[in-house]
């Protein structure tokens, strides 16, 4: 990907600020007062969103807002450039007196417009391996499991394809997105909380912003300014976003800053979700925000949002402080803004995505917060990829070609 085509991208993202207020109409004739019918009140106040999409942008869009008055649905245009990756994982265990299983999260099952899934092949000594598509339905995982007293190996290989994605001002009217994953993208979970200090920490940014493209960038740019990159967590960090609000402390790694982008979003009705994945190559962007010998330790989690007509939108919030954190950058450094106006509504897809299901139960094991690394199961306790000692795999990525 050229360097140019984030240089448009910073040109036109900052289109999204707050609109100015709407010109007053002329005023109607006033309208006669209906009472209200024997045991209704009158209108309630405003109570924070619940778990469906009855009060979201997307039934209940601000006119003139950009969810509404959209064109017929066109057909999206599919990108022209696209680099093909084979990504290799390897494990090697020690010998176990008990069974030992391996989980490995997959690529994406569905094709989309920045990734394309041409397959996976595996190898090795293992009594039962095999696909397996979890419950959910969009997570796919590879799974293997080895008798007592063998020294465990795989090694599997997943080819896919990518292009960089970028949030186009000028495309509207794409076509909307299933119900049941929009209303899912609206819930509440364990760690991404819709209501409560979400819901008046998001009101608090936005203030009188009605267009929701414009409040999620709102969100995005408090975030940058009051979340912290903390290097020294494990990868991705634990997610929990209500832990954040509760102590008022705010950031984390990639799962904990853009997690709390996504609740802060779900709080004011505009669907968002994470979406787990890998660094696979480097970025052109910046150092730090790509891989620097091999993908083992690069699990990464980006963002992305919901606006009808536009579809999901990205956004990688966590990445601007990842890189203010690691390559101290001034408030006032070039670098710094530029990076703030791209990482709204582009990915650079140096980067594969598995999968955005939240509080993952795998078949007869744990439950997840979320499925992003390795996980072993074994009778002397059960560790993902992020522990060193027990656990011997590394990831491996090559570029094979472009088109």
Sequence with gaps: MKRRAFLVAASILPLFVAPKTFAKKKAAPPK???????????????????????????????????ATRLPPVK???????????AVTTTV?????????????????????????????AWQGNFEQGRLRRLPDGELEAFYCEWSPNVAPQLEITATLATADRQFDVSRRS???ERDDILNRALQSTRQIP???????????????????????RALFDWIVEHA????????????????????QRFGGRSADINGLFVALCRAIGI???????????????????????????????????????YSWIPANPSDVCRAIALESLSAENSKRMALRRILFGVWEMNWMAYNTSEEVSLPDGPALPFFTFPYLERAEGNLDGRNPEGFEYRMESRRIASG
């Design 32 to 66: 006669k007062a209906k009472k209200p019918a024997a045991g209704k009140s009158g209108p309630k106040p405003s109570t924070p969103p619940q778990t469906t999409a009855n009060n979201s942008v997307l039934k209940a869009a601000h006119p003139g807002s950009s």
């Design 194 to 216: 819709n209501a409560d200090g979400a819901y008046a920490l998001a009101l608090k940014i936005v203030g009188r912003i009605v267009d929701p493209v414009a409040q999620a």
């Design 271 to 309: 669907p968002a979700r994470r979406v787990f994945g890998q660094r696979i190559a480097p970025s052109l962007t910046t150092d730090c925000l790509g891989i620097q010998a091999d993908a083992t330790h690069a699990a990464h989690c980006r963002a992305e949002f919901y606006i009808p007509g």
């Design 92 to 120: 090697r265990l020690s010998p176990s007196q008990d069974r030992q299983r391996v989980w490995l999260p997959l690529p994406l099952n569905q094709d989309t417009l920045y990734q394309r899934n041409l397959g996976c």
């Design 174 to 176: 794409l076509p909307p």
């Design 228 to 247: 912290g990159y903390d290097a020294s967590l494990p990868a991705c960090g634990n997610g929990d976003v209500r832990q954040q609000l509760e102590t």
């Design 75 to 85: 057909a999206p245009t599919l990108p022209a450039q696209w680099q093909t990756f």
